[in-house]
C-alpha cells in the first residue's frame, strides 16, 4: 500500500510547490518507542542496571565469603548514590543523545572515567565519615567491577539495537509536514532522515525564492493551514537558510493557527553555529564556537593521574635521584638542578628543573641547542641526557601543576618565539599543559630542532595528541616512553 501526497499546484512562477511522491509502507512492524525517546530509555537503563548490579554483587560476595545475612537495603541504597552521581555526569556530557550512544569508544571512555571519578569520590567519603565499618570493601569492590561491565556490555546492546533501528526504520513516529528551502538546489537528505527515525512525511512544500512578494507566503501558509487542518499531522518541519530568518519569522507566525509544533532545521553556511553548544551569558545566550580541549571532567582525572603518577615516581627514584645529585656536585663546578624559563599553558612562562649536564647555564634571548658533540657537556651530563634521567626533576613541575605528565614539550623561551613565526599553528600546543613526555617524543622526535621541517614535524604529532586526548592514549604513551629511552633515538 502506497501512502500517496496529492500534488498541490505551483503558481506561474514556480515560487513554491508540493511534489507527490510515494512512501512504501514496511511490512514489518515498528518498534513501540520513538527516536526521540532513546535518551530516556538509555537513562532510565543505566539506573536499572546500576540497581542489579549492586544486589548481584552483594549476593555473589556473600557466596564467596560465607555471610550468614545479607543487608540488601544497603546495597540498594549504595546503588542509589552511585546511580544518581554516575548518570548526572553522563547527563551533562550528552551521553545518552543517539548519536552519542553510536559512538562505541567514546561511550566506553566516558563510562569507564566516571565510574572510577564516583567510587574514588565516594570512597574518600566513607574514610572522611568514617563509615568503613558499615561498608564491606570486598562487596563494594565487587560491585565497582560487576557494574562497569554490565555498564559497558548494555552500551554495546544498545549500539546494535540502534543501528538495527535506523537500517530497518523500525522506530515509531507520528505524521509531519516537511517545508524545504526552494533556493538549496542540493538534497540534504532530511526527508530520508526523519523517515528512518520513524516520522511518515504528510506533506512536503517548498519555500518562495529569496525576496518573493508577501503574498506568495501568504498562499503557502494558507494551502499548509489547510493540508494539515483536521488531520492526524503531529508536527511542521522547516527547513531553510537562517539567513532568511526575517521571512521565515512571518511565515512561522501565520502558522500559529495550527496547534502543532513548528521545528525550525538550519542549512546553509550560518547552519553551523546551530551545530555549537549554548551557554547562558545573563540575559544573552552565546554559542560556543570553540571548545576547551579538555572538559573540566577531563582536566581533573588528568590532574589526579599526574599528582598520584609523579609523586609514586619521586617516592620509588628517590635513591637514583640522589645518587645522580651527589655524581652531578662532584664532576664539576656549579648547582645540581639547572633552571630555565620555558612557555607553558595559555603562553605562561614557568621554571623548568633539569639536572645540570652543561658548564653553562643559558637562560635568556640567546639560547644555543645542544648539538651531538658538544664541549658544554660535562662527562656524567653525557650518560644523563642520553638515559633522559636529566628529564626526571620535572616530576616535581607536574606536581606543582606547570606540566603534566603527558604532553608537547615545552621550549626555551627564546626557542618558542622563533618557532612561532617560523611554524604555522605552533601556539596551538599552548592550549594544554606541555608534558614530561609526549606523542612527538614516542614517535623520535627528540633532542635539537635545527630546520624547519623537524619543528613542523614535531607540532603536527602534537596538534594530533591535543585534538585525539583520551586517558587511553596517555596511558599508552606512558607505556611506550621507556621503550623510547632505551632506544636514545636523537638523544645526546
Same mark, same amino acid.
Given at each position: 500500500?502506497?501512502?500517496?501526497?496529492?500534488?498541490?499546484?505551483?503558481?506561474?512562477?514556480?515560487?513554491?510547490?508540493?511534489?507527490?511522491?510515494?512512501q512504501?509502507?514496511?511490512?514489518?512492524?515498528?518498534?513501540?518507542?520513538?527516536?526521540?525517546? +532513546?535518551?530516556?530509555?538509555?537513562?532510565?537503563?543505566?539506573?536499572? @542496571?546500576?540497581?542489579?548490579?549492586? +544486589?548481584?554483587?552483594?549476593?555473589?560476595? %556473600?557466596?564467596?565469603?560465607?555471610?550468614?545475612?545479607?543487608?540488601?537495603?544497603?546495597?540498594?541504597?549504595?546503588?542509589?548514590?552511585?546511580?544518581?552521581?554516575?548518570?548526572?555526569?553522563?547527563?551533562?556530557?550528552?551521553?545518552? #543523545?543517539?548519536?552519542?550512544?553510536?559512538?562505541?569508544?567514546?561511550?566506553?571512555?566516558?563510562?569507564?572515567?566516571?565510574?572510577?571519578?564516583?567510587?574514588?569520590?565516594?570512597?574518600?567519603?566513607?574514610?572522611?565519615?568514617n563509615?568503613?565499618?558499615?561498608?564491606?570493601?570486598?562487596?563494594?569492590?565487587?560491585?565497582?567491577?560487576?557494574?562497569? *561491565?554490565?555498564?559497558?556490555?548494555?552500551?554495546?546492546?544498545?549500539?546494535?539495537?540502534?543501528?538495527?533501528?535506523?537500517?530497518?526504520?523500525?522506530?515509531?513516529?507520528?505524521?509531519?509536514?516537511?517545508?524545504?528551502?526552494?533556493?538549496? =538546489?542540493?538534497?540534504?537528505?532530511?526527508?530520508?532522515?526523519?523517515?528512518?527515525?520513524?516520522?511518515?512525511?504528510?506533506?512536503?512544500?517548498?519555500?518562495?525564492?529569496?525576496?518573493?512578494?508577501?503574498?506568495?507566503?501568504?498562499r503557502?501558509?494558507a494551502?499548509?493551514?489547510?493540508?494539515?487542518?483536521g488531520?492526524?499531522?503531529?508536527?511542521? @518541519?522547516?527547513?531553510?537558510?537562517?539567513?532568511?530568518?526575517?521571512?521565515?519569522?512571518?511565515? *512561522?507566525?501565520?502558522?500559529?493557527?495550527?496547534?502543532?509544533?513548528?521545528v525550525?532545521?538550519?542549512?546553509?553556511?550560518?547552519?553551523?553555529?546551530?551545530?555549537?553548544?549554548?551557554?547562558?551569558?545573563?540575559s544573552? @545566550?552565546?554559542?560556543?564556537?570553540?571548545? #576547551?580541549?579538555?572538559?573540566?571532567?577531563?582536566?581533573?582525572?588528568?590532574?589526579?593521574?599526574?599528582?598520584?603518577?609523579?609523586?609514586?615516581c619521586?617516592?620509588?627514584?628517590?635513591?637514583?635521584?640522589?645518587?645522580?645529585?651527589?655524581?652531578?656536585?662532584?664532576?664539576?663546578?656549579?648547582?645540581?638542578?639547572?633552571?630555565?624559563?620555558?612557555?607553558?599553558?595559555?603562553?605562561?612562562?614557568?621554571?623548568?628543573?633539569?639536572?645540570?649536564?652543561?658548564?653553562?647555564?643559558?637562560?635568556?634571548?640567546?639560547?644555543?641547542?645542544?648539538?651531538a658533540?658538544?664541549? %658544554?657537556?660535562?662527562?656524567?651530563?653525557?650518560?644523563? %641526557?642520553?638515559?633522559?634521567?636529566?628529564?626526571?626533576?620535572?616530576?616535581?613541575?607536574?606536581?606543582?601543576?606547570?606540566?603534566?605528565?603527558?604532553?608537547?614539550?615545552?621550549?626555551?623561551?627564546?626557542?618558542?618565539?622563533q618557532?612561532?613565526?617560523?611554524?604555522?599553528?605552533?601556539?596551538?600546543? #599552548?592550549?594544554?599543559?606541555?608534558?614530561?613526555?609526549?606523542?612527538?617524543?614516542?614517535?623520535?622526535?627528540?633532542?635539537?630542532?635545527?630546520?624547519?621541517?623537524?619543528?613542523?614535524? %614535531?607540532?603536527?604529532?602534537?596538534?594530533?595528541? @591535543?585534538?585525539?586526548?583520551? =586517558?587511553?592514549?596517555?596511558l599508552?604513551?606512558?607505556?611506550?616512553?621507556?621503550?623510547?629511552?632505551?632506544?636514545?633515538?636523537?638523544?645526546?
Amino acid at each position: 500500500m502506497n501512502f500517496i501526497i496529492r500534488n498541490i499546484a505551483a503558481d506561474a512562477h514556480g515560487e513554491f510547490t508540493a511534489p507527490s511522491f510515494s512512501q512504501p509502507l514496511r511490512s514489518k512492524r515498528k518498534w513501540p518507542i520513538r527516536y526521540r525517546s +532513546v535518551e530516556s530509555f538509555a537513562t532510565c537503563g543505566d539506573v536499572a @542496571i546500576i540497581l542489579i548490579a549492586s +544486589v548481584v554483587s552483594t549476593l555473589l560476595y %556473600r557466596l564467596y565469603a560465607d555471610w550468614t545475612t545479607v543487608d540488601v537495603g544497603k546495597a540498594v541504597g549504595s546503588a542509589i548514590v552511585v546511580a544518581a552521581l554516575c548518570v548526572s555526569l553522563l547527563k551533562l556530557r550528552g551521553m545518552y #543523545r543517539p548519536a552519542e550512544l553510536l559512538a562505541l569508544r567514546r561511550q566506553v571512555q566516558a563510562v569507564c572515567l566516571c565510574w572510577a571519578f564516583v567510587f574514588l569520590l565516594l570512597s574518600g567519603a566513607v574514610g572522611a565519615l568514617n563509615l568503613s565499618a558499615e561498608l564491606s570493601r570486598g562487596a563494594g569492590a565487587a560491585f565497582a567491577v560487576v557494574g562497569l *561491565v554490565m555498564l559497558i556490555g548494555y552500551r554495546v546492546i544498545m549500539r546494535a539495537l540502534l543501528l538495527k533501528g535506523l537500517d530497518e526504520r523500525k522506530f515509531s513516529g507520528g505524521n509531519v509536514v516537511l517545508i524545504t528551502d526552494q533556493a538549496q =538546489l542540493r538534497d540534504t537528505g532530511l526527508a530520508q532522515a526523519l523517515t528512518a527515525v520513524g516520522f511518515r512525511l504528510a506533506g512536503h512544500f517548498s519555500l518562495p525564492r529569496p525576496g518573493a512578494s508577501s503574498s506568495h507566503r501568504k498562499r503557502l501558509s494558507a494551502l499548509v493551514v489547510q493540508h494539515a487542518r483536521g488531520s492526524d499531522i503531529e508536527e511542521i @518541519i522547516v527547513e531553510a537558510d537562517p539567513n532568511r530568518w526575517s521571512e521565515l519569522r512571518e511565515f *512561522v507566525a501565520e502558522l500559529r493557527v495550527l496547534p502543532f509544533p513548528v521545528v525550525f532545521v538550519p542549512i546553509g553556511a550560518a547552519s553551523e553555529m546551530f551545530a555549537q553548544p549554548t551557554r547562558d551569558l545573563g540575559s544573552a @545566550i552565546g554559542v560556543e564556537v570553540q571548545r #576547551r580541549p579538555l572538559t573540566p571532567l577531563e582536566c581533573a582525572a588528568k590532574r589526579c593521574i599526574d599528582l598520584i603518577g609523579a609523586g609514586i615516581c619521586l617516592i620509588m627514584l628517590a635513591p637514583l635521584l640522589g645518587v645522580v645529585a651527589i655524581i652531578i656536585k662532584l664532576d664539576s663546578a656549579g648547582p645540581v638542578l639547572f633552571r630555565q624559563q620555558r612557555c607553558g599553558f595559555n603562553g605562561r612562562s614557568f621554571s623548568i628543573y633539569k639536572f645540570r649536564t652543561m658548564l653553562v647555564l643559558e637562560d635568556g634571548p640567546s639560547v644555543v641547542q645542544a648539538k651531538a658533540v658538544d664541549s %658544554r657537556v660535562t662527562w656524567i651530563g653525557k650518560w644523563l %641526557r642520553r638515559t633522559s634521567i636529566d628529564e626526571l626533576p620535572q616530576l616535581l613541575n607536574v606536581l606543582d601543576g606547570s606540566m603534566s605528565l603527558v604532553g608537547p614539550r615545552p621550549h626555551a623561551m627564546a626557542h618558542d618565539s622563533q618557532f612561532d613565526e617560523a611554524v604555522q599553528h605552533y601556539a596551538f600546543r #599552548r592550549r594544554v599543559k606541555p608534558g614530561l613526555t609526549g606523542w612527538a617524543q614516542i614517535h623520535g622526535c627528540r633532542g635539537p630542532t635545527p630546520t624547519r621541517a623537524l619543528i613542523e614535524q %614535531r607540532v603536527e604529532y602534537d596538534l594530533w595528541y @591535543i585534538d585525539n586526548w583520551s =586517558l587511553r592514549l596517555d596511558l599508552a604513551i606512558l607505556l611506550r616512553t621507556p621503550v623510547e629511552v632505551l632506544r636514545a633515538r636523537n638523544a645526546f
